[in-house]
């Protein structure tokens, strides 16, 4: 059996996020359905991450196994024809068989953008912020914090499944995009559910002066979801890289 990566973006306007879900399209169920076309057989995917519903990919990996050789080119075609306008494949690449796209990733990247404009043409890919722009600044110190912590439990949802809240940050800066619109970038060698969205509310709150530094680090120490900022809609996030040891790929 060969196993394969998929590279593929997707705008998660109309989707109930990556995963499959018994009522609602899902992109992973997507994918799914055209694979399973283009090679005449039922083909499960995997993907490297859960994205929310209404979240996006510019940049995101799935894997496949099959177990016979493929013209790579010749897939990556006919799956950018069957697939819907909102997602495209860039790329499939051959990996070793123990590969594998979610345990395998190193490092995940993610950006949020958001904005004081309004923006009719951008409404489904940044979040609007009423008022005065926040401090930038602040929201800069404090997300250099992060970097100093390893149990993100207050910026976790409740009652996951996962068996650790630890995750290792690597970046998290504030950069402005435009005069008056700002993206967020963070990267971390894994994420939990709704992490990077209620670290921009929580952000936010201390760029608005809701919360000192002192405050923002209390609420991660306190480890309790309900001390965070309220998070932000999914609509303004991306994830935007996943990286794997080079030592996965047989090309």
Known sequence: MRRYFIYLAYDGTNYHGWQVQPNGVSVQGTLMKALSTCLRREIEVTGAGRTDAGVHASLTVAHFDYDEPLCLQGLTDKLNRLLPSDISVYKVVPVKAEAHARFD???????YYVTTAKKPFRRNYVCRLMGQAPDVEKMNEAARLLLNYTDFTSFSKLHTDVRTNNCRIMQAVWTQAEEDEWVFTIQANRFLRNMVRAIVGTLLDVGRGKLSLEDFCRVIEQKDRCKAG??????????????????????
């Open 230 to 251: 309220s998070s932000v809609p999914g609509n303004a996030l991306f994830l935007v890289d996943v990286t794997y040891p080079d030592a996965l790929f047989l090309v």
């Open 105 to 111: 990733a190193t490092s995940r990247t993610y950006k």
